[in-house]
């Protein structure tokens, strides 16, 4: 029963390939019918072959036999032509729709949720991007080019076998079978076998992308054997899952080998016989001799395709798996668009969980912020600070209760329609391998140079990017690591300032900026902070005075809530916290 489904899942992943042919239809057609005349002209050349023995040898017919040779010629000539632009096309219509699975499967995972990412690692993201799409080349190509051409070959040489000797042609295929019940044998233990293998290739990449982006760690704390040995055990796992993999599959070949040469001698024995006694002629017999091999040639091919439809099906399935993969932000019919945001925000009895589990990072949360209302959130490591910007963004939902933005349960509405109207500045801002004016036009792709620059001086990015040997069109490295990390910090300033957010998100966003540094960058935050609700994390309590509210975070719970004024006189969570950072200040001084 289990085999069934197996089966029938296959045929729904083979189905879905087919799909994405569709659009190529008739380009595919065009292909097809092209194929279908190189194999009728090769096809013929046993035949006429047969007829020339028999009939112009035999009566030594000079200018008969010149006329069937530069026939045979011509047909060669024009099967060659017509093959060459075959496998021209036909690759051309499959790496477009590689292009297609490959740009369907990469749009699809950026509109996945965090927890999709938050279980894999990004190398086995890019496992499915580029390998296992790259595994699909074959077998599309077989597919087209391969499958339907030999399939054609062996039923119209079957057929002309027949037409030529039924007995011999009977004999030919009795063998055949025995092939085919070998060839599902194998299909069920390797297929189990190359899904083992690509996973470990996966884990193999999902590690070597963690280590080389955590080189500075692994050399900075001299684990460069520690990292070798990790890699080196991931790699003989991968290695032995291939060899696992491919112990079944070089059973294949001996096996086709071994039905082709016992089919090729039962025949040729029983042919010899049938001439000793006049049942055949010489020229049939050698047009029969011809089409066995014009036979066994696309069987091969077939098992050949066989064999690459085996291997490469696994791929084809995590593709889907992850296309299949739905965005649980996304609600069924409950998508509306998010008006224009004022800013009003509210949490009503919000519990969350990043695992589902016991272990809650918000426990039954309730507050609000008026529109324009500048609010902090402090508390230890964990206490919950981040979780709150992260269900305001909606990157997750509640396990239990609501947030509302004006009103409107942010749950009900378009994931994009809200989070174009946000600004979000991360403690580590990243930055894209291109130019520093990209970098600050990602938060508006529209913007012009003068608004760009404008931007840069608000949060007093200007005068160092100036300085810089391109200036705006400085190219920076991955993450942005020629830069330091104040000045990355700066230029995420401007990209959020451009964007000019209805909701303003700093999660520790001048954690990484000097003491000098900062005075400056505080006046451009205020300036960013104008006439747009704003939400600021931080550890440095003197960042945070002037705000309208402060939260006080722990353990999963606001403790606390007020001003700055009004949290010190009540002798509580912030006023040990502020203490504790003073005093651990003057210590340091």
């Known amino acids: 029963m289990v085999e069934d489904k197996s089966k029938v899942h296959k045929w729904n992943t083979v189905k879905r390939l087919g799909q994405y042919v569709k659009p190529y239809k008739w380009k595919t057609i065009g292909v097809i019918l092209v194929l279908l005349v190189v194999m009728t002209c090769n096809t013929l050349n046993p035949y006429l072959m047969k007829v020339s023995i028999d009939t112009f040898v035999a009566n030594k017919n000079v200018s008969g036999l010149f006329g069937m040779g530069l026939a045979l010629v011509g047909i060669n000539i024009v099967a060659m032509i017509l093959s060459k632009i075959r496998i021209l096309s036909m690759s051309k219509i499959t790496n477009r729709i590689l292009i297609d699975i490959r740009d369907e499967l990469y749009t699809h995972i950026q509109t996945l949720s965090f927890s999709f990412f938050d279980n894999r690692p990004v190398g086995k993201i890019l496992s499915r991007v580029v390998g296992d799409v790259n595994a699909l080349q074959n077998l599309l190509n077989n597919s087209i080019v391969n499958l339907i051409p030999n399939i054609f070959t062996v039923t119209i040489v079957t057929v002309m076998m027949f037409i030529l000797n039924p007995i011999l042609a009977t004999i030919c295929i009795i063998v055949l079978p025995v092939l085919l019940g070998a060839m599902f044998l194998i299909e069920i233990k390797s297929n189990k076998r190359w899904r083992i293998f690509r996973e470990k290739r996966s884990t193999l990449l999902g590690y070597t992308h963690e280590a080389f982006s955590g080189i500075r760690v692994v050399q900075g704390f001299n684990r460069e054997k520690y990292s070798k040995d990790k890699f080196v055990n991931n790699l003989n796992e991968h290695g032995d899952g291939f060899l696992n993999a491919v112990k079944i599959q070089d059973y294949f070949w001996p ?18 016989k049938l001439f000793v ?6 020229g049939t017999l050698m047009g029969f001799v011809m089409y066995i091999e014009m036979l066994w040639r696309p069987i091969m091919n077939l098992a050949s395709f066989y064999s690459a439809f085996i291997t490469n099906l ?14 649980d932000m996304v609600t069924e019919g409950k998508n509306e668009k998010m008006p224009s945001i004022k800013g009003n925000i509210k949490f009503e009895n919000v519990t969350f969980s990043y695992d589902n589990n016991d272990v809650h990072a918000l426990k039954n949360t309730s507050f609000s912020l008026k529109a324009g209302e500048k609010v902090a959130l402090v508390g230890e490591t964990g206490a919950g600070k981040t979780t709150i910007t992260n ?23 378009e994931l994009e329609s809200l989070r174009s109207q946000m600004g979000i500045m991360l403690q580590d801002s990243f930055l894209f391998s291109t130019t520093i004016k990209e970098n600050i036009k990602y938060g508006k792709l529209g913007a012009t140079d003068d608004e760009v620059i404008a931007a840069s001086k608000a949060v007093n990015a200007h005068n160092f990017i100036k300085k810089l040997e391109n200036g705006y069109d400085t190219e920076v490295n991955e993450r942005g690591s020629r830069l330091s990390l104040g000045q990355r910090q700066l230029i995420a300033f ?10 303003l998100i700093l999660d520790e ?7 000098e540094t900062e005075r400056l960058v505080q006046k451009g935050i205020k300036k960013l902070m104008e ?13 945070i005075r002037d705000c309208d509210k402060i939260f ?26 502020y203490c504790a950072q003073y005093s651990f200040l003057n210590e340091g001084a």
Do not use: W
């Open 552 to 577: 006080v975070l722990s353990k999963g719970e606001i403790v606390e809530e007020g001003t700055h004024e009004q949290l010190l006189k009540m002798k509580g969570y912030y006023y040990n916290m």
């Open 391 to 413: 269900l305001i963004s909606r990157f997750y939902d509640p396990t239990f209760g609501r947030v509302l933005i004006d009103g409107v349960d942010i749950k009900n509405v």
């Open 277 to 282: 006694n006049d049942s055949v002629s010489m």
């Open 509 to 515: 966003a001048t954690a990484n900026i000097d003491t």
């Open 255 to 272: 096996i086709v080998d071994l039905c082709r040469g016992t089919g090729i001698a039962i025949v040729l024995f029983a042919g010899y």
């Open 494 to 503: 401007a990209r959020a300032l451009i964007a000019n957010p209805k909701i």
């Open 314 to 327: 696994s791929a084809a399935e995590r593709i889907f798996d992850v296309l299949d993969t739905t965005n």
């Open 531 to 543: 006439g747009r609700t704003s939400i600021v994390i931080a550890h440095r309590l003197s960042t």
